[in-house]
């Protein structure tokens, strides 16, 4: 999600790595692209400029340190300095002590609130509560079938106002219901409204006043530019929000919003949501928001996911050998086997350093094809795999006659696994030309 | 209508002014402080930093030349840069059979469905038949939300179930613009990003279908951009130019603080022109654009909200 400002990044200090020596001039220099990055990223403009002026201070200040070189130097303040800036540790939901928490979910026009609604809801049910949500945008037409048909489909109740009854009256009743009928989790889906039109602003404060939310979270478009300390502001004033939702961060938007957010209202970025369906959610963390701002990957992330089917370990190793690309067809098989096992490749191979870089090169996956190449592996004698380069074309028949495939296709197996392999030294070597294909 | 484009770019102007006033009394500053100022002027509007810096060097350029020198004159030179930049000659829609047919695309909750709504309403009121074709099939509730815009607007809709193939209601719409002899046809699509390269895949096999029925349409494709969105928005509009060939664009929400100034980006760059400003959320609130008016409420002296509105 963060692609484009980590290339620039990236970019910024492969300069800085090359510098002997860091000056007070070529360290400015090198702020002035970090500045720019962040703009081009959507960081509110004062804020970007904060930031680079706080680095500086610390960056200079620790000139001293003779273990690192000064491009690293740099590196770990700007680390520093995102991590503090995108909040200390991750934030859920706070946890509710008498049932029915109240949740408002606030926000501009279009932002995302009535999908993200459901998905809460989603996501709470996972965790063993018994959410309902209401239907509390009486203003966009269709907006509430549009949550009863996203509610229905994955089982939740939804509450919708009676004809004639005013968001202020079905509010206090939702919440007399979910008592009754042990619904533990009240999600309100409001009417997007403008930050500046005062009487919708107020009609939220009123809402606020009458069922006592829990928490109330604003949703704010991930691709939102400058605009959004203005909005976070104003959001904060009238309602005091307890956290944020940023939306819409599969798309290539640089998020530079959420460094705005963080730095004008101070609240926490709860989630973040990822796609149209209804569990592409996920809870911000912005440690690792903050190492994949930098192209150091969201190696957490991915170890994170890859728990629940293969050893942390083993995850590593992995990524170890993906950078130092000392990959060889065994590697590949492992890891397409991995692969398969922990769900959607999409999420998972975006979480790997420097493989944004091959999507955005137009790579995209086939999940049949994984187990085409699969197969082809699997009739590999342990040498050959070991040591590709033997596999002449005897051995090629016979591989393709063990898989069921035809010499073509191993042939292509074989070419796209060096390609991969050359790709990753490339990737070590820092060179991106060329990458066209993966085979999966 | 212009007094409600001016309310609507009132807030606009006002947020701005804080920034120009601040220029403008730019006490004993250089010429070089104030226009850094200016280029983070624009910086806080998201126009974006290459375009600001282009911008900002051709007025110190000029100021190199002995050209202007107090705030007022940066101010009306920035004006006019601006002005170079926005006031392209309208691409004359290429001839095509009739109906007119407008695609309209954009990313999600841009404004593309409240948009087509207007659109209708603006050419009924100027005589046109108008027809909408609801292409989106995936949100839910999205043909309902239309039918709405188009009761509300007072025209004909032709949709399909929910999940039906869009570009097969791209195709009933057309013949059915054909059939009850329609002048303008609107074609609603589902929202989607465009990074998503199956869903820009069905756009284009929209506008096959569409150009196979109606010799020469889409002679509109149309993107709705949320003016609150930073610079996301000039990759929405190479991506889904290079795609579909966008021949305008609709900016929307000028009703709240965002200055949308990307737009300025996206000219300077792609030549791609505003034709729309959405002003709000009702029927009428759509205004054509003006780039005069434009860079006027971008860069407005004026201290005070426009007498017009
Ligand atoms: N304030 C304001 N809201 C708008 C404007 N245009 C659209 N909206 C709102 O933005 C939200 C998303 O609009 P919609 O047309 O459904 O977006 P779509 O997903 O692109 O079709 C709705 O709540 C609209 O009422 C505008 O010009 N001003
Ligand atoms: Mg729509």
């Known amino acids: ?440 | 209508m212009l007094s409600r484009l001016r309310a609507g770019l009132r807030r606009t102007r006002d947020s701005l002014l804080s920034g120009i006033g601040r220029i403008l009394s730019g006490r004993a500053d250089s010429e070089e402080v104030m226009i850094d100022q200016m280029e983070e002027f624009l910086l806080s509007a998201d126009v974006g930093v290459s375009t600001s810096e282009k911008l900002a060097q051709k007025l110190r350029t000029h100021l190199r030349e002995g050209g202007a020198g107090a705030g007022p004159d940066l101010l009306a030179l920035m004006k006019k840069e601006i002005l170079d930049v926005m006031k392209r000659p309208l691409a004359e829609s290429a001839p095509g059979g009739r109906p007119h047919v407008t695609l309209v695309v954009g990313v999600n909750g841009s404004g593309k469905t409240t948009t087509v709504g207007k659109l209708a309403k603006y050419y009924a009121d100027r005589g046109e038949k108008v027809l909408i074709a609801c292409s989106d099939t995936f949100r839910a509730a999205a043909g309902e939300q239309l039918e709405v815009w188009a009761k509300r607007a007072g025209v004909d809709i032709v949709r399909q179930k929910s999940g039906a193939d869009a570009a097969s209601v791209a195709y009933d719409g057309a013949e059915a613009g054909l059939a009850r002899a329609a002048s303008v046809v609107l074609v609603d699509t589902a929202g989607r990003l465009h990074t998503k390269v199956n869903l820009m895949e069905e756009l284009k096999k929209i506008r096959k279908v569409l150009a196979r029925k109606i010799e020469g349409s889409p002679q509109e494709v149309l993107l709705v951009l949320d003016a609150s969105t930073g610079q996301n928005a000039l990759i929405q509009a190479r991506e889904f130019g290079s795609c579909m060939g966008v021949t305008g664009i609709a900016l929307t929400k000028l009703d709240g603080t965002a200055k949308g100034g990307v737009v300025v980006a996206i000219a300077s760059e792609l030549d791609i022109p505003v034709k729309f400003l959405g002003v709000g959320e009702s029927l009428e609130d759509l205004v054509e654009f003006d780039p005069i008016e434009f860079a006027d409420a971008l860069l407005s002296e004026e201290n005070s909200p426009s007498p017009l509105s």
Not at chain 1, 119 to 140: F, I, S, T
Not at chain 1, 156 to 165: C, F, M, N, T, Y
């Open chain 1, 1 to 440: 999600m963060f692609d484009e400002l980590t290339s620039r990044l990236e970019t910024v200090f492969k300069k800085l790595r090359g510098y002997g020596k860091l000056t007070e001039q070529n360290m400015r220099d090198s702020l002035r692209e970090v500045r720019r990055a962040l703009l081009e990223a959507d960081v509110n403009y004062k804020v970007a400029k904060d930031f680079v002026s706080r680095v500086e201070e610390e960056a200079l200040g620790r000139e001293v340190l003779k273990s690192l070189t000064p491009g690293q130097q740099v590196i770990g303040v700007v680390h520093e300095e995102l991590i503090r800036l995108l909040g200390e540790k991750a934030t859920g939901l706070k946890p509710s002590s008498k049932p029915p928490a109240v949740i408002l979910i606030v926000g501009l026009q279009g932002s995302g609130k009535t999908t993200f609604t459901t998905k809460l809801a989603v996501h709470l049910r996972r965790k063993g509560a018994k959410p309902m949500v209401v239907a509390a945008d009486l203003k966009r037409p269709a907006a509430i079938e549009q949550l009863k048909i996203l509610a229905d489909s994955v089982n939740v109740r939804a509450l919708v106002p009676e004809k004639g009854e005013s968001v202020l009256e079905a509010g206090p009743r939702a919440v007399a219901e979910a008592s009754e009928t042990g619904h533990d989790w009240v999600l309100f889906d409001t009417a997007g409204r403008m930050h500046v039109d005062e009487e919708m602003m107020s009609e939220l404060s009123q809402l606020k006043e009458l069922v006592s939310p829990h928490e109330i979270l604003l949703v704010l478009d991930g691709m939102t530019g400058q605009d959004a300390v203005n909005v976070a502001s104003a959001f904060e004033k009238t309602l005091d929000f307890d956290g944020a939702v940023l939306t819409k961060l599969d798309g290539d938007a640089r998020g530079g919003a959420a460094l705005s957010l963080r730095a004008v209202t101070g609240k926490p970025i709860k989630f973040v949501s990822v796609g149209e369906k209804l569990d592409a959610l996920e809870v911000f963390h912005p440690d690792r928001m903050a190492s994949r701002i930098l192209g150091m990957g969201d190696i957490v992330s991915l170890v994170e996911k890859a728990g629940q089917a293969v050893d942390a370990e083993r995850a590593l190793e992995m990524e170890r050998k993906l950078s130092e690309a000392d990959f060889t067809l065994e590697d590949f098989l492992e890891q397409l086997k991995e692969v398969k096992k922990m769900g959607p490749i999409q999420d998972l191979v975006e979480m790997i350093p420097g493989f944004g870089k091959m999507k955005r090169a137009g790579l995209s996956l086939d999940e049949n094809a994984l187990v085409r190449v699969e197969a082809v592996i699997n009739s590999m004698t342990p040498r050959e795999r070991l040591n590709p380069t033997i596999i002449d074309g005897s051995r090629r028949k016979r591989i393709a006659k063990g898989s069921g495939s035809s010499v073509q296709e191993v042939n292509k197996v074989l070419k796209q696994f060096f390609h991969i392999q050359k790709l990753l030294r490339q990737m070590k070597r820092g060179r991106r030309k060329g990458l066209s294909f993966l085979p999966f």
